[in-house]
Structures are given as structure tokens and as C-alpha cells.
């Protein structure tokens, strides 16, 4: 039976080519043509900072706009990610009719996206956001067969290979000032340059991703300009409420306080595991992210440590009651779902979630840290411990996950703009998640049909040239060890790039 997933249906893999020769002629255009006359100034500022370019900068140096204390601001951003996965070793592959295996013959993988990130100030202290995006992409094995490891943080679980137009966020922000030092905002994407207080009250309302507002860490930086993992972007065992986007309505409340800071994320899940239809009821279902921050100074040197705690109320299935199930009655199998919403899978001789999903609570805690160690170069590290009880409902399958990595500019080389990044992680799975793989069942990612349990790692190296202006060409190396956490498959090598433009 096909799986009523949308993202799991069978789908074309060829790469439009066209669509995609179009995207980048018109972007990258846009991101590094038609606002620069250069200067000698201009060219030493573009060998030392990529911030002094770009639409609202062009605005600025000629008097329109003032980014100290902006009303309004527009940015966009094209990124295209390419991966290739050449053939790896396997003992069995989606065994007997299991269906969350990585295929190991030959595959690639790409995306296309384009977005519009467009603020305005409709009142003292408030902020109105809207960005639009496009996407296209094909992913490999259908996003099947890694616990934490994507090799692109641009997959969407329902994208396909023609652009799709959609709005990833609409919200409103209002800060209430409580004293304290001035403090300067920049300009940048979904944020208003402008002075603020140390100690202030922000609240947000409307449709955000909770990534917005939790785990940031600043030596890892923005996803399409770091590694291009999705390991490293955030602890792979964070399973935030969102939809298959990874988008959500939500309230958020953030309380400043100096060296100090208190994040509240309330948000409505999925109406069930991995889709993208968002649940309103949000008194019955939703996720509760608590975060709280310690800014730092070790010498002059600036870092951060966060502790990151989720409990999510959403309807989910227990691999324990899976189990349970299926040996009491074993009609309540992975290919007897029916109608009842399930990952497709068609072995008979495994348990399936679709059996037992009903409200159920999910919960975790995890450490975030960053310290810059020179000017140019700095750590971060994230580890979380989820309960494993659960099946994954919109981030990824690991329950237990920990990561950490390098951000290196280029200035010891003459290339200050330039980064180098190295990453490493590992991702566990509970004992009754194991047990239930073991028995041939499937997850939203993984399931192999059997289960030699090992510990998935992960190792990337990226290197990002910056080529002009506000455009960057980036080379991608990943390897996969025991993927979807099965010692009877991999190592995995995955090759790519990405070419980056902002505007």
C-alpha cells in the first residue's frame, strides 16, 4: 500500500535543469551586480568584512536609509546545495518490505531556495516581519536511512523538485525596555537595526520556527553560511514542534538581563508525526521550550554556555506499545495499517506505530556552548538527552546526540573571508527505539528491516571561498559512520557544494 505521506510518495528525480540555470542567472544577479560602483575603501572593507555590502548598505552610503535606526529593511538570500553519495557496503537494505533504508547504490541530492526577508516598524518598539520562500529539491533515498546526519540543512520532508512558493514566517515583535546599558542592533535579516536595552522583554507571536529564538550559537553562525550538515545546525535529538517545514505558530518570550537571558517558546505541533498540517489545539497539543543563557568573557575573549530543556504534548506513537501490540495480536503489523497514517512500510512480520499513536509526552534537556578562542577562530558544542520513549515528530530520530565543532576565518592565509569548518557528532538511539528497529519497524527516518546497533557518527570538513561581493562558493565533505545507527551498513562518504548569494 503507498504510504498516505505526501513526502513519502514516490516522485521524480530528474534535475530540472532549466529551472534551476534561471534561479541562478536572475539571483546571483541580483546579490552582486547592479548596486556597486567600487572604491579602493570599498575594496579593502570587502577583504575584511561582508557585512559592508549589500542593498540596504548601497541605500545607506547614498543617503537613503539610515541602518542605524531603521523603519524598514529588505534582505534575500539564493543558496543551491549540491551532494553526491557514491555506492556504499550493505548487508540488506529495507528487509523484508522495510522501508527506511538509505539506498546504497549511487545517488545525488540538491536544493534550490530563494528568500525575501522584508521587516518594517509599525509602531515604537515593535517589529512586523514576512518572508517568503521558494524551494526545489531531490533528496536522497527520500530523506531515509540517517538518525541525525542530513547532509543539507535546506531539506524539507514534503519539498519536490519544482520551486514551491510558500511563507515560512509572519510574526510580530514588541520589546519593552527595563533599563540597564544602550545596546546597538545591526541590521541583518529579521532584524531592525536600532538601539535596545540590556535588560528588556521581547515578546513574538505568529508563524516562526523555534530555531529563531532557541539554540543560536554565534560561532557556528548562520546554517547557509557554516557547515552544511543539519547535525551541527542544532542537537539532533531537539525534537521541536514545528510542521514538515520546520515552521510553526507560536508564542515566544525572552527576558534579557545584562550577561543573562531567559527564552519561552510555546508552539503547536504537526496533527501528526512529520506532516505538514499544524494542530490549533493548543491547549491539548503543543511543545514547551525553555532555554536560559550566561554570556561570558574568558580573557577578552567572548563565549556563551545554554541550557535547553523541551517537553512536547503531541500525538505520537510508543515503541514500547508498538511492541506490545504486535506480539499480543500480530495482524497489528507494518503492512495491515490501512488507512491509518503510517511511514509505508510493508513488512508483516514487524510492529508499526500507526497502531498506538495517541497524546503522549516527549521530553529532553541539553547543553550549548560556544567560546571564541582568537579573533578568527572558535569552538561550539552541543550535546541533549531525549527520553527515547517516542517516535521522532518533526527534527530527527536520535534520542541521544552530541557535537562539536570549529569555525576558522581565513585570515592566517590572506583570506579573511574565507571559513573553514570541521564538525564532528554522534547520535544514540533508546534501548526500546533499538528493540523496535530490531523487530523490522520504522521510524519517520530509519529502519533498516534489522538492527546491528552501533553508534551513528558523523565527521564534515567545509571550506567557503568568498568569491565577491556578497557571493560564496563552499566544497563539502561528510562521512557517515554506521547510518540509522546499524553497523551492518556504511560508512557513508557524501560530497558536495554550495553556492551562496545575499542581497
Given at each position: 500500500m503507498d504510504s498516505p505521506l505526501p513526502f513519502l510518495k514516490p516522485r521524480k528525480r530528474k534535475l530540472r535543469s532549466g529551472f534551476i540555470l534561471i534561479f541562478h542567472l536572475i539571483f546571483l544577479f541580483l546579490a552582486v551586480t547592479p548596486f556597486y560602483h567600487s572604491t579602493a575603501e570599498?575594496?579593502?572593507?570587502?577583504?575584511?568584512?561582508d557585512s559592508d555590502f549589500g542593498l540596504m548598505n548601497t541605500l545607506a552610503k547614498n543617503g537613503l536609509h539610515d541602518r542605524a535606526n531603521e523603519d524598514w529593511n529588505l534582505y534575500g538570500q539564493y543558496t543551491f546545495i549540491y551532494f553526491w553519495k557514491p555506492e556504499f557496503n550493505a548487508k540488506y537494505t529495507n528487509l523484508n518490505g522495510s522501508n527506511g533504508s538509505l539506498i546504497p547504490e549511487p545517488e545525488h541530492s540538491y536544493t534550490q531556495t530563494f528568500t525575501f526577508f522584508l521587516g518594517v516598524r509599525p509602531w515604537k518598539s515593535a517589529e512586523f516581519y514576512f518572508v517568503p520562500e521558494s524551494i526545489a529539491e531531490v533528496t536522497l533515498s527520500n530523506l531515509k536511512g540517517f538518525t541525525g546526519e542530513q547532509e543539507n540543512t535546506e531539506l524539507e520532508k514534503n519539498g519536490i523538485s519544482s520551486p514551491t512558493l510558500y511563507r515560512s514566517r509572519v510574526f510580530v515583535r514588541q520589546t519593552f525596555g527595563l533599563g540597564g546599558e544602550s545596546v546597538s542592533l545591526p541590521s541583518g535579516p529579521m532584524q531592525l537595526g536600532g538601539k535596545t536595552e540590556s535588560r528588556r522583554l521581547v515578546f513574538t507571536l505568529g508563524t516562526f520556527s523555534a530555531l529563531d529564538l532557541l539554540d543560536k550559537n554565534n560561532v557556528y553562525g548562520e546554517p547557509r553560511k557554516s557547515l552544511m550538515s543539519e547535525e551541527f545546525m542544532t542537537d539532533s535529538a531537539f525534537d521541536f514542534a514545528a510542521d514538515a517545514r520546520g515552521y510553526s505558530l507560536?508564542?515566544?518570550a525572552e527576558l534579557y538581563w545584562d550577561?543573562?537571558?531567559f527564552r519561552w517558546v510555546h508552539s503547536a505541533p504537526a496533527q501528526y508525526p512529520n506532516l505538514q498540517p499544524i494542530d490549533l489545539r493548543f491547549l491539548d497539543f503543543y511543545g514547551d521550550d525553555l532555554e536560559f543563557e550566561h554570556d561570558h568573557t574568558l580573557?577578552?575573549?567572548?563565549?556563551?554556555?545554554?541550557?535547553?530543556?523541551?517537553r512536547n504534548r503531541e500525538t505520537m506513537g510508543k515503541f514500547s506499545d508498538a511492541i506490545a501490540a504486535f506480539q499480543s495480536d500480530p495482524s497489528k503489523n507494518a503492512a495491515n495499517c490501512g488507512d491509518l497514517v503510517n511511514y509505508g512500510s510493508q513488512n508483516a512480520q514487524a510492529p508499526d506505530l500507526c497502531w498506538v499513536r495517541h497524546p503522549n509526552i516527549k521530553m529532553g534537556i541539553g547543553i550549548n556552548l560556544e567560546q571564541s578562542l582568537t579573533e578568527d577562530t572558535g569552538i561550539f558544542i552541543r550535546a541533549m538527552y531525549a527520553d527515547g520513549n517516542t517516535e521522532v515528530d518533526a527534527f530527527d530520530p536520535a534520542d541521544r546526540s552530541a557535537l562539536m565543532g570549529s569555525i576558522t576565518k581565513g585570515r592566517a592565509w590572506g583570506r579573511p573571508l574565507d571559513t573553514l569548518g570541521i564538525g564532528l557528532a554522534a547520535n544514540w538511539i533508546s534501548v526500546d527505539h533499538a528493540k523496535y528497529l530490531a523487530m523490522g519497524g520504522v521510524d519517520g527516518f530509519i529502519g533498516d528491516g534489522a538492527l546491528n546497533y552501533g553508534v551513528e557518527t558523523v565527521m564534515e570538513f567545509m571550506y567557503s571561498?568568498?568569491?565577491w561581493k556578497?557571493?560564496?562558493a563552499s566544497v563539502d565533505y561528510q562521512h557517515v559512520g554506521n547510518p540509522g545507527n546499524n553497523r551492518d551498513r556504511g560508512p557513508v562518504n557524501l560530497y558536495g557544494w554550495r553556492i551562496h548569494a545575499e542581497f
Open positions: 570599498e575594496d579593502r572593507s570587502e577583504r575584511e568584512n507560536g508564542f515566544g550577561q543573562w537571558a580573557g577578552d575573549r567572548p563565549g556563551a554556555v545554554r541550557l535547553l530543556l523541551f571561498i568568498h568569491v556578497t557571493l560564496a
